[in-house]
């Protein structure tokens, strides 16, 4: 009895080898298709993106498993699963050419408060889910941001506008201002105290 059930949890019923390659073809596979369908699909996750992922892991999973419940068969599966996205990882370290052809570039959105509309057509973006991404990092008007691009692992970076040369000086002359204010104040305390 006990026999069979570890039978049952550790006998693999596909060879080791075709366990092992599974994986990492669905891998390799799912990582081009990945940066064929964009880097949108890294940025956000509406509702429609949500289901495809979910679809997707499920859609892959017999491929990676086969016809093989075992837990001799998931532990070889993991380990080609995290082999191959280890040896992805270190190739990619080791040559920022490869890096950059097989994670793309990074897409610039916004230049001084302008969106560049033909580059949000081409990452799929609407100008409502800029917005969304542009509020999240605490800008409430498109004229605050200097630049928003949006880098090869789908996150978004922004910036601010650069103040003007007439706002750096409008507030140095605040400051200078304040400080001589502060310095008259110490003075009246003074002269009050000496009277």
């Not at 669905?26 to 289901?51: C, H, I, M, S, T």
């Not at 978004?156 to 507030?171: G, I, K, L, M």
Request: glycine share 6%; charged share 20%; aromatic share 6%.
């Amino acid at each position: 009895m006990l026999h069979t059930i570890f039978d049952h949890m550790f006998t693999l019923p596909l060879p080791f080898l075709e366990k092992l390659l599974r994986p990492v073809i669905v891998y390799l596979v799912l990582v081009v298709l990945l940066r064929l369908f964009g880097k949108r699909e890294l940025a956000q996750l509406n509702p429609f993106d949500l289901v495809v992922l979910l679809s997707l892991s499920n859609t892959v999973q017999n491929a990676i498993i086969g016809d093989d419940n075992s837990i001799s068969g998931g532990v070889i599966g993991a380990v080609g699963l995290l082999g191959i996205n280890w040896l992805v990882v270190r190739t990619l370290y080791n040559s920022p050419r490869l890096t950059r052809v097989i994670e793309g570039s990074s897409t610039l959105l916004v230049t001084d408060g302008e969106i560049d509309m033909p580059a949000l057509k081409r990452e799929s973006l609407t100008e409502e889910e800029l917005m969304e991404v542009i509020h999240r990092q605490g800008f409430e008007r498109l004229d605050q941001v200097g630049r928003c691009v949006l880098e090869p692992n789908g996150t978004f970076y922004v910036e601010p506008v650069e103040p003007s040369s007439a706002d750096r000086q409008h507030t140095e002359v605040l400051a200078r201002i304040d400080s001589l204010m502060k310095e008259v104040a110490g003075l009246r305390a003074d002269m009050t105290r000496n009277s």
